[in-house]
């Protein structure tokens, strides 16, 4: 890609200090259209993108050159097609535009910007998309704070995601363009089969509902009510929460069934 001043755009690749070229939408359309049967023939059901869905740039490329209203075109076409040829589009903190056309979002966005004051943030892109798209935040190996943040995701309504390795994860280190420390299976095997189930417990049977209603029941409680008629309460706090019968254990959440029984 190029910028109005004629330079080319760069990205920095994570951690290091090397960048690297961004590439024009209209070449990766080229390219993904020439590739596409080529992964169809081997097998290949789906594929994993990264910015593609994620950002627009006016592109001043002589020969594939884009303003963002196209640039947008363009990219929902790309994901369009591989959608369609493979049958599965993994995204990348995908926008909305981009919704879709992917069946996974890894990295939703789970925050606000804090640019803006607020009181506290309000959980709206999965709201609004809940029961139209699986979805998840960081890595679960990757949190910064395990606890809240698996608390997060459950009153969010996201699903786990684990990024393993095979090699240790020393043998990473300073690896080109990778971020993660800490990766090795077996180091993490019991710990992501009590996290899915626990996920499960939660989330398992409303993956395809549509998020009705979600509230602050008191500082640090939140609630989180599917169509079925689910609530999930959250708490974050370090004692209890109650309410007339309800009890959520500190640091916990707990499900009530749509009749009401726990």
Same mark, same amino acid.
């Given at each position: 890609?190029?910028? @109005?001043?004629?330079r080319t755009l760069? !990205?920095? @690749? ?5 960048r690297t ?8 359309e080229?390219?993904?259209h020439?590739?596409l049967p ?8 789906g594929?994993?993108v990264?910015m593609l +869905?994620?950002r ?7 020969e594939?050159g884009?303003?963002? =209203?196209?640039a947008?075109?363009v !990219?929902?076409k790309? @994901?369009s097609?591989?959608?369609d040829?493979?049958?599965?589009v !993994? ?6 535009y981009?919704l ?7 990295g939703? $966005?789970y925050d606000?910007?804090y640019?803006?004051?607020?009181d506290?943030?309000v ?7 809940h +029961?139209?798209v699986?979805?998840?935040?960081e #890595? ?8 809240n943040d698996?608390l997060?995701d459950?009153e969010?309504g996201?699903v ?7 090699a240790e994860t020393?043998?990473?280190v300073?690896s080109?363009g ?5 990766t090795y #299976?077996?180091d993490w095997?019991n710990?992501a089969?009590e !996290?899915?189930q626990? #996920?499960?417990?939660a989330?398992? =049977?409303?993956q =395809?509902?549509?998020i009705?209603?979600?509230?602050? @029941?008191?500082p640090?409680?939140k609630?989180?009510t599917y169509?079925?008629?689910?609530r999930?309460i ?6 209890? #929460?109650?309410?007339g =019968?309800? $009890?959520?254990?500190e640091?916990?959440?707990?499900v $009530?069934?749509g009749?009401?029984g726990?």
């Amino acid at each position: 890609m190029v910028n @109005l001043a004629g330079r080319t755009l760069t !990205q920095s @690749l994570l951690f290091n200090r090397e960048r690297t070229p961004v590439v024009s939408y209209k070449f990766i359309e080229e390219m993904i259209h020439n590739d596409l049967p080529r992964y169809k023939a081997i097998g290949v059901d789906g594929l994993a993108v990264g910015m593609l +869905g994620q950002r627009l740039y006016n592109d001043y490329n002589t020969e594939y050159g884009a303003p963002r =209203d196209e640039a947008r075109n363009v !990219q929902e076409k790309i @994901l369009s097609s591989i959608k369609d040829t493979l049958g599965g589009v !993994q995204g990348e903190k995908t926008n909305i535009y981009g919704l879709p056309h992917v069946n996974y979002i890894r990295g939703m $966005v789970y925050d606000n910007s804090y640019d803006l004051f607020s009181d506290e943030s309000v959980p709206f892109v999965q709201i609004a998309t809940h +029961g139209l798209v699986s979805y998840s935040s960081e #890595y679960v190996n990757n949190r910064q704070e395990d606890v809240n943040d698996f608390l997060r995701d459950i009153e969010y309504g996201a699903v786990p995601a684990f990024v393993f390795t095979k090699a240790e994860t020393k043998t990473y280190v300073n690896s080109y363009g990778l971020r993660f420390y800490n990766t090795y #299976y077996p180091d993490w095997e019991n710990f992501a089969s009590e !996290q899915y189930q626990r #996920y499960n417990e939660a989330l398992g =049977d409303v993956q =395809d509902q549509f998020i009705t209603g979600h509230k602050t @029941l008191a500082p640090g409680v939140k609630e989180t009510t599917y169509a079925n008629g689910k609530r999930i309460i959250v708490n974050y706090n370090l004692t209890p #929460y109650r309410s007339g =019968d309800l $009890v959520v254990p500190e640091h916990n959440f707990t499900v $009530v069934r749509g009749g009401g029984g726990q």
